[in-house]
């Protein structure tokens, strides 16, 4: 059997590699498909999106309700007042698949506006401050347990 995982990504992450990158780095979403397609243990597929769309974003997490599909989920700036996207994130969890906020870089190191997640309450687990290895490390999580999946 192959556990799919989404990896969902919000505004602006679509210019990672050339946006902030004392911040964010200098790699770019292809390279973190590649790191995670090389991260993913054995029956592990693993799909990077990024959208700049907050209602592309709740359907992607609505088809993974559905689908009970794992989310590893980087909300980028909805991620502090999106109430939608926490009610889709939401959805997911209280189905009882596994959804994990992952931030590249730690808010709570940057801006004050940045220090309050809407999402974090409602995930299984958040992840911050280790750049891409924040996203190996949540897949790392669901092949842990993915015995519950």
Do not use: C
Not at 118 to 142: K, N, W
């Amino acid at each position: 059997m192959t556990t799919h995982v989404l990896v969902l990504n919000g505004p602006n992450l679509g210019r990672l590699g050339s946006r902030e990158p004392d911040v964010y780095g200098h790699q770019d979403l292809a390279a973190l498909q590649l790191l995670l397609d090389d991260s993913a243990p054995a029956g592990f597929t693993v799909e990077v999106r990024q959208t700049d769309s907050e209602s592309e974003l709740i359907a992607w997490l609505h088809g993974a309700v559905d689908a009970r599909t794992p989310v590893i989920l980087n909300p980028a700036a909805f991620t502090h007042y999106s109430y939608g996207l926490r009610d889709a994130a939401a959805l997911v969890t209280k189905a009882g698949v596994p959804l994990i906020e992952v931030h590249i870089s730690n808010p709570h190191a940057r801006e004050t506006f940045r220090h309050t997640s809407v999402i974090s309450g409602i995930a299984t687990g958040v992840i911050a401050g280790f750049g891409f290895d924040g996203y190996r490390m949540a897949l790392e999580h669901l092949a842990r347990i993915s015995t519950t999946l």
